[in-house]
Structure formats: structure tokens, C-alpha cells
């Protein structure tokens, strides 16, 4: 049973255009949704998260947009730079009460290329 | 601060050979997790633990053991491999922010082949 399911698997997109990666959720008990960058050889950082009492999310040229009601969220990278090359992964998880987190789940990644 | 190391970097093991991957933070994080990568699959939740002396099953935990004896090291234990547990696997510890954020920082990943 996949709870987080990530689309497209490869993307290609020109420098300076807009990337878009899409991801949806099946457990509503998910309440926090990082998006984790992985270049190869390397292990996954946390690029951007967000929590469901938000809608959108901005940090540079990366922003979340997060619809509760259709249990979706995506990932938007304004200005694609070819340093942003990378696989990305969507990501889920219920935090806490009283602090900390259940591991995360993963959606299947996306490759990214950015031609220059 | 070297942040979250993983030894070893690569290991090649024999179907039936048992090994241990060591996972070492420095960063005092009470949560560590451990999480396998196969090509397209994305990565899966191992097995985890919220502290010393704890530990819970994640979605793939079958075949594997760990611990968490100091705060600072989770293992992870193959009794016997087998080749379906050919992957990069992947430690990772966080701290919690009173409940706001949950940054889970990995290690670079070792990469076990079971032949």
C-alpha cells in the first residue's frame, strides 16, 4: 500500500522555467509534509516543509502549495537553476503530541534535470 | 560536528552472512531512524527508535534487527543475508522543535550488496 504517491518520476525543464512536482496522501492523519532533495551519492536534505494548518509555504525559489481537502501537495521551484538537478522526494508523517515524529513516508522521487 | 556518519561506506556479503551497519550522531538527537533506498522505490522506513533503549518497526523490518544502546548509536543487524536486501541504506536522526518541524538529518548511505 503506497500512502504517498509522487508524480511525474522524471522531469525536464529549461533554466529559468518553473518546475512542478506533484504528490497525494491517503492517511489523514499525516500532519506534516517535508520535501527532501537527494543529488547522487549522497543522502536526502530537507529542502522545504510544511504543516496542513498552512496553504502555501515559501522559501526562496521553492514554495509548497498544500490542499487539505484533496489530500494533495506539490512542490514548485521558481527560476530552475541546472545546480537544482537533483531527485526529489515528497514525504509524510504524524508528529508527536508531545514531541517528535514516526519515520517518514516516502513517495517514490522524481528525477530532475534542468537543461541549461 | 560531523553530523551523522555510517560505517561502512560499502560491503559486499555472501547469501547467509550476517553483518552490522553502525549509525553515530553527534548532534544529542533523540530520534534516529533507519531507511533503505532501491531504484525506484524511494526510501522506507526500516526500523526506528524515539531514544536509548528504545526501538519500533517501521514498514520493511522484516529480516533485520537493531539497537540503540547509547543515545548517540543505532545498529542495524542483518542475522542473514539475502539478496533482496541489496540497497543503499540510510541512517538518520532529528530533534524536535516543541512540535513544529521535524528535520530528519541522513547519513551519506552505505550500499550493501548480498550476493
Known amino acids: 500500500q503506497q500512502q504517498v504517491k509522487q508524480s511525474p518520476q522524471s522531469l525536464i525543464v529549461q533554466k529559468g522555467g518553473i518546475s512542478i512536482i506533484n504528490c497525494a496522501y491517503e492517511n489523514t492523519a499525516f500532519d506534516y509534509f517535508p520535501w527532501y532533495q537527494q543529488f547522487p551519492g549522497k543522502g536526502p536534505a530537507l529542502l522545504i516543509a510544511?504543516?496542513?494548518?498552512?496553504s502555501e509555504k515559501k522559501e526562496g525559489r521553492f514554495t509548497i502549495s498544500f490542499n487539505k481537502s484533496a489530500k494533495q501537495f506539490s512542490l514548485h521551484i521558481m527560476d530552475s537553476q541546472p545546480g537544482d538537478s537533483a531527485t526529489y522526494f515528497c514525504?509524510?508523517?504524524?508528529?508527536?503530541?508531545?514531541?517528535?515524529?514516526?519515520?517518514?513516508?516516502f513517495g517514490k522521487g522524481t528525477h530532475l534535470i534542468i537543461q541549461p | 560536528n560531523a553530523g551523522v556518519t555510517q560505517t561502512p561506506k560499502f560491503r559486499v556479503l555472501k547469501t547467509g552472512q550476517s553483518m552490522t551497519l553502525l549509525c553515530a550522531q553527534d548532534?544529542?538527537?533523540?530520534?534516529m531512524y533507519w531507511y533503505r533506498q532501491d531504484p525506484g522505490m524511494g526510501l522506507r522506513l526500516i526500523h526506528y527508535s524515539v531514544g536509548e533503549g528504545t526501538t519500533a518497526k517501521g514498514e520493511v523490518p522484516d529480516g533485520y534487527n537493531v539497537s540503540r544502546l547509547k543515545k548517540q548509536n543505532f545498529l542495524l543487524g542483518l542475522e542473514s543475508a539475502a539478496p533482496s536486501q541489496t540497497s543503499v541504506y540510510f541512517c538518520a536522526s532529528s530533534y524536535d522543535l516543541g512540535g513544529l518541524a521535524h528535520e530528519q538529518f541522513f547519513g551519506p548511505g552505505t550500499r550493501l550488496t548480498v550476493l
Open positions: 510544511i504543516r496542513p494548518d498552512v
Open positions: 548532534m544529542n538527537h533523540e530520534y
Open positions: 514525504a509524510a508523517t504524524v508528529m508527536y503530541s508531545g514531541g517528535g515524529a514516526d519515520g517518514l513516508t
